[in-house]
Structure formats: C-alpha cells, structure tokens
C-alpha cells in the first residue's frame, strides 16, 4: 500500500457477504473491487449493513432506484472520520452523496447506468454534476454521453471499464468437452430473442443459466416456450461457473435496447477471460468490451435471425470458434485486469486530490447550498 494516498473511503452498495474475503482466499471467488481498494488505499469499505432500517425510505429508495439511507450515514462518517476522499462504486449512492458530502472531500463516483434518462433529469434538476470531482462511466461511449447531456468539463468525465479477475477465469489445460451454447445473466437480458434463434438451430443444445448476484427480477423467458434443445440451469456460485464456462462452445449474451449500455459486460469479459468466443447484442458500450469479429460476434437488438446465423457460424467452424477463445483471452490480459483497474482508480483518486477544485465547481456548487 502506497502511505501517500489519501485517506479513502470505499462505499460498495450491497448487503454484507460473510465468508467473501476468505472464499476469495481461498480461490472459490474472483476478487471483489470494493475489497481490493480497501487493501490499496488502507482503508475500509462500507456497505448496506450500516444502514438503518426505515420501510418508507426504502420504498422510496426502490421507486428512485438511489441509496438515501447509505448516503446520509457515509456523510456522516466522513465527517466523524476526517476522510479525504471517497470511492462510490454506484451512482445509487454517488447522486445522493453529493448533496451531503462535504464540499472539502474529493468523490469519485463510477456510473453504471449514465445514459439513464431519469438519472440524468434528477442530475441536471439539483445540479448535481458540479458536487463531484470526477465521474467515471464504465465505458467511453457512456463518458462521452454524460458529457455532452450534463455539460461536464471532459476532464472529469472518464471512462472505467468494468475489470475481470484473469487469474480466477482463465483457460484450463485439461478441460471438459464443450458441447453446449450457454448464456448467462439476468441484467437487461433478451432471452427472448435467444430463444427464437435456437428454435432456428433444432439441433445445438442451449443451456440458459439465468441469475445474478447483483440485481433481481424476471429474465423475460418466463413466458416463452422453450423448444426442445433449451434447458435451463441453476445459477451457480463463481468457482462452478467457471466450469460452465469450460463445458461451453460459445457464449451469448443478449442484450436489450436500452439506456444500459454496458449491460452483459461482466460476462462477455468472463466468457473471454476463459477463452471462449462470445456473441452479443451491439450496444455502444457493450461493444467497448470486445473485439468484433476477433473475439466475439455482435448482432443487432432482438434480431433472432443474425443471432442464430452467427450460433450457427461458429458452431460450425470450431477452428474459428478456437481462434476467437484464444485472441478473448489475450485482449482481457491486456485490457481489463483487475491490478490495471486499480492502478487506474488509484491515479484517479490521486490526480482528484492533488487538483484545487476549479472556481466554476465552487461557484456552482454553491448554488446548492
């Protein structure tokens, strides 16, 4: 740990996970972003288990999709605990933040979702792009769109692609037969779309494998007939992923048309990682984290025709399917790993730190108050 850094807050929003820190030791998780700042900067993380329970605020928190109660218990440890500056690794807790942060605390906030239309109203209506140091979109379309919609100075709009532990996902010397197409995921999921492209392909056996440890909801094939080649499958905990990853000709991760525009990313970089070829929905952001026709195939939202054309290509050419696997897995070692995102958020951190915040921030800032 570098003694320079400032004195760093990490604010994950997620329930507490019990046993993740030694499941990670232990080799049967990938590395967790909001553990790993908190060895890097020396600091701790926090996380939904200081929140306090309240039935009507968290409603509301539902219905608006942010984190009041987080953000009003981080402010006020911030306060306590004199920190200069803090990570939000959501915009679910960065929006609110930044009307009860101190204005002498550098924020960090990592977008997920910055294209949302409801998101951007509520950011522009309180003025809120002036109260952060830097924004960081998970990819660069969605910086340059929060950009252009907020009028942001380009400096602290970046972009922060999504990292992939490529020690935990990484191809195996002796591997299982892949014999199947899966497709994994819940977020934003088209599964109705991959359904009726492998009504097209009678013959190759699917699996769908639909779950998240992130968010909730239905995946949209609950009202579809499966045909006879799809099954479905449990969601599974990482260290059995991996194998399901293994076991798989191809990965498919499709992808509906919306304002997510990195949505599937985790798992096209997995499925690459352990040098499987993927097909996906080209979304702007979504496509930042492949390499068309080099490491994965990209079809048009909801077209099931191109999406069983391309299942079809690679099924049929597993020399190409190979080569793809192959050059996935070259592309997330040198593009996404884990140790590159943290030396990317730390001169972030850094650089937001070591910069006097301009006259313009204050000034508008100030308005808020």
């Known amino acids: 740990m570098n003694n320079q850094l400032p004195r760093t807050l990490i604010i994950a929003t997620n329930a507490p996970a019990p046993g993740l820190a030694a499941a990670v030791r232990d080799g049967k998780h990938q590395r967790v972003d909001y ?19 309240n039935p009507i605020l968290q409603r509301l928190e539902e219905w608006l999709r942010i984190d009041l109660r987080l953000a009003r ?52 209506g309180l003025g809120l792009q002036w109260r952060w140091d830097v924004a960081a979109a998970i990819s660069q379309a969605e910086a340059d769109g929060m950009q252009q919609a907020l009028k ?39 599964y109705p779309t991959l359904i009726r492209a492998m009504r097209r392909l009678p013959h190759i056996p699917c699996h769908l494998r639909v779950g998240s440890s992130w968010v909730s909801g239905k995946a ?9 080649n799809i099954s479905l499958q449990p969601f599974v905990p990482p260290d059995r992923l991996r194998d399901c990853y293994l076991e798989s000709r191809i990965v498919v991760v499709p992808i509906k048309a919306s304002t997510q525009w990195s949505a599937g990313c985790t798992s096209v970089q997995a499925a690459q990682a352990m040098g499987r070829p993927v097909i996906a929905t080209h979304r702007p952001g979504l496509s930042e984290y492949v390499i068309e ?12 025709e191109q999406m069983a054309a391309a299942i079809a290509t690679l099924w049929d050419n597993p020399d190409r399917a190979e080569a793809m696997g192959q050059a996935g897995h070259r592309f997330m070692e ?8 943290l030396m990317r958020v730390e001169e972030l951190v850094q650089r937001m730190v070591a910069e006097p915040k301009s006259k313009l921030s204050l000034m508008m800032a100030g308005r808020l108050l």
């Not at 949209?220 to 006879?228: D, I, K, Q, S, V």
Request: net charge positive; charged share 20%; proline share 6%.
């Open 293 to 304: 026709c080099e490491t994965a195939l990209l079809v048009e939202p909801g077209n099931a």
């Open 73 to 124: 218990q981080v402010a006020q440890l911030v306060r306590r605990e004199r920190h200069q500056a803090v990570i939000s690794l959501s915009e679910r807790v960065g929006i609110p933040l930044a009307l009860v942060l101190p204005r002498n605390v550098r924020h960090l906030v990592i977008f997920h979702h910055g294209m949302s239309a409801h998101k951007l109203r509520l950011i522009k």
């Open 334 to 341: 040198e593009k996404f790993t884990i140790d590159q995102w």
């Open 152 to 190: 942001m100075p380009a400096e602290r709009v970046v972009a922060l692609h999504t990292p992939v532990d490529t020690n935990f996902y990484r191809p195996q010397p002796v591997t299982p037969l892949a014999s199947v197409v899966q497709s994994l995921g819940l977020s934003h999921r088209d």
């Open 35 to 53: 553990l790993e700042l908190s060895t890097r900067f020396g600091s701790r993380h926090i996380d939904y288990g200081i929140v306090r329970a």
């Open 220 to 228: 949209g094939h609950e009202n579809e007939t499966l045909p006879a």
